[in-house]
């Protein structure tokens, strides 16, 4: 068999398959108007810097990198690695690891690849371009609609800009039930209902400053 079809080289393939799905599922997400990273980002907890498990993920600059870019990057970084290693193994000895073996080894490497590539793709992605959306802030700031419309059960995507000049793209639908926000509808932000925001229409047209 070779290299990428041996059964101890599973795990990898799984990564490689994995790597496209979400490609692809991103892909289409944009398709839509919708980025299943921003819908991910907004639902996972704000890093803290208490718990071990808060240092660890700050560590892996989750919360500075989109989370779906930090599962890419792992990723590649296994399935790069457990390839290479079972390459040299097989070159070495004439027989490929186990792939629990394999997989366990390869996983350092994953988790090095967020470590290193991550802190350069925070430095290159631009900071007026937040997904990390705070509830605390945004709540009260007008948000424009930019894709789709909304209505109570099916959410458009809207603009905002925080208190400090930073763009952030999140989900919003109309507060009251009769109410439908079109594209380019101005709105106010009122509460957050896990990751959709809901919204009145803005009162004062013109509020919001580009």
Known sequence: MSLFTTPENLPFGLA????VGIALLEGLGMLMALSPSNLIDDWLPEIGHESALDKLLGWLHLGRVPSLVVVLLFLTGYAVFGYSLQLA???LTGHYLPAWGAGLLAVPAGLA???ALGALIAHIIPRDESTAV????????????????????????ARVRDQHGRTHY?????DLADEEFEE???VLLVKKLGAVYRAIRNPHPGLMRD
Do not use: M, N
């Not at 605390?136 to 609609?145: P, S």
């Open 113 to 115: 690849t967020v470590r």
């Open 134 to 157: 705070s509830e605390t802030t945004l709540l009260g700031r007008a948000a424009l609609v930019t894709a789709g419309i909304g209505k109570q059960g099916l959410a458009a995507q």
């Open 170 to 174: 999140l989900l919003v639908e109309p």
């Open 89 to 91: 193994t097989h070159g």
């Open 16 to 19: 490689f398959a994995l790597i």
């Open 184 to 186: 380019g509808s101005e």
